[in-house]
């Protein structure tokens, strides 16, 4: 009897202590509203996966913390949302890396040409400690980096040839992103690499200002290169990713448990939005090539080759990062499937 009584007693004070948990959990999550800014439009990957986020954190906050969505840039480009966050003014943000550089020279350590060969080594080291060490770089800059989700691998069109080799690069006017590495890399290749803002890419293609550019499947399909294009040569010369990123003054107002709670719901987002953004490019190829654009595969060796000439665009990437950072990549890599 007396044992029976001790063991109900621990088992009401285990269940007290649950409850008197759950209650401390649940005080420990105020009514709050997060807004979260992106570029591209609520039907795009990243709008899909923006969707899935604040849903996500409704649900695991019963409803306390309400997140609303941005799209299409209404609060500003990549870089007007980072200085928003950095001075509170906005919570979070999804944008490319490679604006980030200008505030942590870290992050350009993702814009080194041929770095993954598939989207498995990417999120190994994405997802790893070295993923981790680069977004943690962002929090002196006042921003607090929660997962990375995937742009994707990008290629090249263009009007004149088909890149089949690197000489077919030469005297091809191909517009790139304003950044010095990818200009750098593609005047390696013999391209006369011309920075244009993507606002501007379209007609500039129809114009014939430029013969190429260069992006993901699902932009080329979304943006309709395909009616100003001909050529698409699968190059996978850079991966893209995007980070969510949020405001750390913001953050660090944050109980640890409204903490975890965006930080899951970020994971599941991350996980969703990758998977659906390489279903998309599956379709957006097929899709692309439904339209008439001609496709061609750079063979292994020839991308070797593109490496191997890339390689003073890479060196500026070391010079930046530091030679440090840049081999604990190289090395997490290595342990990386392919």
């Given at each position: 009897?007396?044992?029976?009584?001790?063991?109900?007693?621990?088992?009401?004070?285990?269940?007290?202590?649950?409850?008197?948990?759950?209650?401390?959990?649940?005080?420990?999550?105020?009514?709050?509203?997060?807004?979260?800014?992106?570029?591209?439009?609520?039907?795009?990957?990243?709008?899909?996966?923006?969707?899935?986020?604040?849903?996500?954190?409704?649900?695991?906050?019963?409803?306390?913390?309400?997140?609303?969505?941005?799209?299409?840039?209404?609060?500003?480009?990549?870089?007007?949302?980072?200085?928003?966050?950095m001075g509170g003014a906005q919570e979070m943000m999804v944008g490319s890396t490679a604006?980030?550089?200008?505030?942590?020279?870290?992050?350009?350590?993702?814009?080194?040409?041929?770095?993954?060969?598939?989207?498995?080594?990417?999120?190994?080291?994405?997802?790893?400690?070295?993923?981790?060490?680069?977004?943690?770089?962002?929090?002196?800059?006042?921003?607090?980096?929660?997962?990375?989700?995937?742009?994707?691998?990008?290629?090249?069109?263009?009007?004149?040839?088909?890149?089949?080799?690197?000489?077919?690069?030469?005297?091809?006017?191909?517009?790139?992103?304003?950044?010095?590495?990818?200009?750098?890399?593609?005047?390696?290749?013999?391209?006369?690499?011309?920075?244009?803002?993507?606002?501007?890419?379209?007609?500039?293609?129809?114009?014939?200002?430029?013969?190429?550019?260069?992006?993901?499947?699902?932009?080329?399909?979304?943006?309709?290169?395909?009616?100003?294009?001909?050529?698409?040569?699968?190059?996978?010369?850079?991966?893209?990713?995007?980070?969510?990123?949020?405001?750390?003054?913001?953050?660090?107002?944050?109980?640890?448990?409204?903490?975890?709670?965006?930080?899951?719901?970020?994971?599941?987002?991350?996980?969703?939005?990758?998977?659906?953004?390489?279903?998309?490019?599956?379709?957006?190829?097929?899709?692309?090539?439904?339209?008439?654009?001609?496709?061609?595969?750079v063979s292994p060796e020839e991308v070797q080759r593109m490496r191997e000439q890339a390689?003073?665009?890479?060196?500026?990437?070391?010079?930046?990062?530091?030679?440090?950072?840049?081999?604990?990549?190289?090395?997490?890599?290595?342990?990386?499937?392919?």
């Open positions: 009897m007396k044992r029976l009584f001790i063991t109900a007693l621990a088992v009401t004070t285990l269940g007290s202590s649950i409850a008197a948990f759950s209650v401390q959990a649940a005080d420990d999550v105020r009514s709050r509203m997060i807004r979260f800014g992106y570029g591209l439009n609520e039907d795009s990957n990243q709008g899909r996966a923006a969707k899935l986020l604040a849903e996500e954190i409704a649900k695991a906050s019963d409803g306390k913390l309400k997140m609303r969505t941005f799209a299409s840039a209404s609060l500003g480009s990549d870089d007007q949302m980072q200085n928003a966050l604006t980030l550089v200008g505030i942590a020279e870290e992050m350009a350590v993702w814009d080194t040409p041929f770095l993954f060969e598939s989207e498995k080594q990417a999120d190994h080291v994405l997802d790893g400690p070295i993923g981790q060490k680069v977004m943690d770089a962002l929090q002196e800059k006042g921003l607090v980096g929660l997962v990375y989700w995937e742009n994707g691998f990008r290629n090249l069109t263009n009007n004149v040839r088909p890149v089949e080799k690197m000489e077919d690069f030469n005297g091809i006017k191909l517009r790139v992103m304003p950044n010095p590495v990818f200009i750098d890399t593609f005047k390696q290749m013999g391209a006369n690499a011309v920075p244009l803002p993507f606002s501007e890419l379209f007609t500039a293609l129809e114009t014939k200002a430029v013969d190429g550019q260069e992006n993901p499947y699902n932009t080329i399909l979304s943006s309709k290169f395909y009616e100003v294009q001909k050529y698409l040569s699968v190059t996978n010369h850079v991966y893209s990713p995007w980070i969510v990123t949020a405001s750390k003054r913001w953050w660090d107002g944050l109980s640890a448990t409204e903490q975890g709670i965006i930080m899951d719901a970020a994971k599941k987002s991350r996980d969703s939005e990758r998977e659906d953004t390489r279903a998309e490019a599956r379709e957006a190829l097929a899709q692309i090539e439904k339209h008439g654009m001609a496709i061609n595969k390689k003073p665009a890479i060196q500026t990437v070391i010079d930046t990062v530091g030679e440090p950072l840049f081999n604990e990549v190289q090395a997490e890599i290595a342990k990386a499937p392919k």
